[in-house]
């Protein structure tokens, strides 16, 4: 069984960061793309950024600069660092994890709420 699992979400003020984790199991981490996804209500669930095997990134026009995904293949989990935190930010956060770069996520965590105060 593959899960993800997410946290560090939570209530920040804008200009503010946070630091999301997803911890994945049942899978070989090390050659899987991690990407985290995000939802604001109302809107589209957006890729947010996305990290290959071999460390190569991609990021929104929204976070770049402002957001770093990273990951750590000796414990299996990826990272999403948000700084400089904007109210537009607000939204669930979902880590996702596939086969390919190009290929849809295959696997999903549960979500973690992110909210940005004003």
């Known amino acids: 069984q593959v899960q993800l699992v997410e946290s560090g979400g939570g209530l920040v003020q804008a200009g503010g960061s946070l630091r999301l984790s997803c911890a994945a199991s049942g899978v070989i981490f090390s050659i899987s793309t991690m990407g985290w996804y995000r939802q604001a209500l109302g809107k589209q669930r957006e890729l947010v950024a996305r990290i290959a095997r071999a460390g190569n990134t991609a990021y929104a026009d929204a976070v770049l600069g402002r957001f770093t995904i990273s990951r750590d293949n000796a414990k299996n989990t990826v990272y999403l660092q948000m700084d400089s935190l904007k109210p537009e930010d607000t939204a669930v956060y979902y880590c996702?994890?596939?086969?390919?770069?190009?290929?849809?996520?295959?696997?999903w965590g549960q979500g973690t709420q992110v909210t940005v105060s004003s």
């Open positions: 996702s994890l596939q086969s390919y770069w190009n290929e849809s996520p295959r696997y």
